[in-house]
């Protein structure tokens, strides 16, 4: 859309609000509203905010601008508000220039992505798709947390307590142009699962951010608590968001994944680009599994891979290559959760991929065995590696990954570090309850 259709889609849909949403760099989604009539004004000159409030700049120079992505604005269903509404993506930029914001996570994305033009080609675009998991709560009577269903796989209504709240969604989503693939119960109690069709990267991280918002506004409606959290309660299984990635050649509509004569029936570049991934395996949690809680699922034993492996059907492997047809080929990244920031994970992955590409690296041999189920001996002489196993870990790893530092900008990387070494060291010195009940008589 240009700002002719946009206007004219305002007058004819008498929109009032328009949203401008964009998010920080712990993931957190912001929302700027403005009356519809200030639109012109904002897309020809930006509109400034304080970023200092936001944890991304210093008080001193606090002011950041943003600046509508047209191609993101969307008219908002008339399930969610009793007004007509529209919601736009914004870029962040530098208060007064048109210098792009070094933090600005959509930055780093669409910069990312660019590098991987540089290399193959400027009709290439990274393509990404995830399967968004979330657990449905409902407040007790003493306020604690309630799984809204004790239900399980693939389970039917009444049992799947979730099934009318996903339909209502799926329909608000249709009605903006977002189509879910599929959706069903998984696993857990009171967890559902949406896939989505694939897009451009940086489309599908706007996408899911606008999903995600929708989800947990119509939930709210409901008096329920739509949750991304990954690991809620001890002792059962977590929510994750399955990454699905390959690139492709726009010009020739080909999937450079594909090779029907390869290994997996994936091409050269496709192995490359895996090998890149496993490559930087151990760093890469510091952007998909970006919070304490993320290694609370990220345990053996919890269909949540944790050893750096590939294989073809294997869940206990890192990335799997799903089964289908051979034009969809693609690697299935599994231990992203729904706690990370989206630009900043798929980010993460298609630089970690392209190093594989730069320095034409070969991945090791599928694992098809459960990985669960051998002892560290065998692993080790598998050569199967282990992610971290905490946060603290995870951002050591990181911080000594030098490839990501670079491809994603150093700035950028030094104020990642910064604010997650903070939450890591808030969370080390707090004392829980399990502490005082297994420490209090010693």
């Known amino acids: 859309m240009n700002l002719s259709d946009i206007l004219q889609l305002i007058q004819s849909e008498k929109i009032e609000e328009i949203a401008l949403q964009f998010t920080d760099i712990a993931g957190i989604l912001h929302t700027l509203w403005i009356p519809s009539e200030e639109i012109t004004k904002v897309i020809q000159e930006g509109i400034h905010t304080d970023g200092s409030s936001l944890g991304v700049v210093d008080v001193s120079k606090s002011d950041i601008k ?41 930055f780093i994305l669409k910069k990312v992505t660019r590098d991987v033009q540089n290399i193959l080609g400027s009709s290439i675009s990274c393509s990404a798709s995830s399967e968004i998991e979330f657990f449905l709560f409902r407040k007790g009577e003493n306020g604690q947390l309630v799984l809204i269903d004790d239900a399980g796989y693939l389970a039917s209504p009444p049992a799947d307590q979730g099934a009318d709240l996903r339909l209502e969604i799926t329909k608000t989503l249709r009605k903006i142009g977002i189509l879910i693939e599929k959706h069903h119960h998984e696993v857990p109690h009171g967890k559902s699962e949406f896939n989505l069709p694939y897009a451009d990267a ?12 929708i989800i947990k506004l119509m939930a709210s409606k409901k008096g329920l608590i739509a949750s991304f959290m990954p690991k809620p309660f001890h002792g059962e299984y977590g929510a994750g968001l399955h990454t699905h990635i390959n690139l492709r050649d726009n010009a020739k509509n080909q999937n450079l994944f594909v090779d029907p004569n390869g290994a997996s029936g994936l091409s050269s570049l496709a192995l490359n680009f895996m090998a890149g991934i496993l490559k930087h395996a151990k760093a890469l949690t510091g952007f998909t599994n970006p919070s304490v809680n993320s290694y609370k699922r990220l345990v053996p034993g919890w269909e949540a891979p944790v050893y750096i492996s590939w294989a073809n059907y294997n869940r206990s492997a890192l990335i799997r290559i799903p089964p289908g047809k051979k034009k969809a080929a693609r690697l299935e990244y599994r231990p992203t959760d729904g706690s990370c920031n989206f ?27 459960n990985i669960y189920e051998m002892n560290p001996k065998e692993r080790l002489q598998r050569g199967i590696g282990i992610l971290p196993s905490s946060l603290g870990e995870a951002l050591t790893e990181l911080a000594q990954d030098n490839y990501l530092r670079e491809h994603m900008g150093n700035k950028f990387f030094s104020k990642y570090l910064e604010i997650k070494d903070s939450e890591w060291r808030a969370f080390s010195i707090f004392v829980h309850e399990w502490e005082r009940k297994r420490y209090l008589d010693v």
């Open 343 to 369: 630009y900043l994970a798929y980010a993460a992955l298609i630089a970690a991929g392209l190093s594989g590409l730069i320095d034409k690296l070969d991945p090791p041999p599928p694992i098809e065995e």
């Open 202 to 213: 940086v489309k599908m991280a706007d996408t899911i951010y606008l999903i995600k918002f």
């Open 66 to 106: 943003l600046v509508p992505d047209l191609s993101s604005f969307v008219l908002l269903p008339p399930d969610l508000y009793a007004h007509k509404i529209a919601r736009v993506v914004c870029d962040l930029y530098e208060p007064e220039s048109d210098k792009p914001f070094e933090l600005d996570p959509r």
